[in-house]
């Protein structure tokens, strides 16, 4: 994930411990939330500087937003909907958009009841559209819709089969606000899982050069694309 102050957050772990790290040029990565318990992935970033993760000892339950500013949370959300595989916000930072158990369920990111917009796996915010992209996995590959953030009539998002896309993660921040996402693939002609760029309105995927030897499995923008 990559904040809007241009900082990258990633898991690791720390004595034991699964903690949040934030990753600087030229600096050591240090703890980004101030928090002894566990805080892990997945995450998203909100506006006004904001991120939104797991925490605690039952991992994927319960959602703490904090500021990343400063690692101070300030809220605690527990849907009660399931384990959540995939988490991400609105534009605006009110609402967040997680899966679990096979549904999309969208969740004021200051707590409150949660509401089931269709079935899916992983969700992402499409900031080029103000709409969520959802992934199903389905006989053995991932598909892709376009799906209203109230949930409703959905599309079906064409793109090249000839280059399947990675079942295993789909990250927040991978769309562009053109509509060009980031995402792994499962090629044939690779050991490994190469970056790929998709494009939403076309359907094209242009695999983007790497070093051969290493999985690519998530990726994010930078706040300036």
Known sequence: VVLTDGRAVVPAEVSGMTRLMAVERGKTPAPLINTQETTAAPMTALAGNRIA???????????????????????????????????????????????????????????GDATKICAGDWVMWNPSSSRLVVARAESSQISLFDVPVGGGSETAIRFDRTSPLFNLFLSPGTIRSDGQMLVPL????????????????????????????????????????
């Not at 534009?91 to 958009?97: P, S």
């Not at 050991?191 to 998709?198: D, R, T």
């Open 186 to 225: 499962n090629v044939p002609d690779s050991w490994f899982n190469p970056l790929a760029v998709l494009d939403l309105k076309t359907g094209r995927i242009t695999r983007l050069a790497g070093d051969n030897a290493s999985d690519l499995p998530s990726a994010a923008w930078t706040p300036d694309g």
């Open 53 to 111: 993760f797991m925490i605690g000892p039952e991992l994927n339950k319960t959602i703490a937003v904090a500021d990343a500013s400063n690692g101070r949370i300030n809220e605690r959300i527990s849907p009660g909907k399931g384990s959540i595989q995939s988490l991400a916000a609105s534009a605006d930072g009110k609402t967040l958009f997680f899966t679990a158990e096979g549904s999309v369920w969208s969740i004021a990111s200051g707590g």
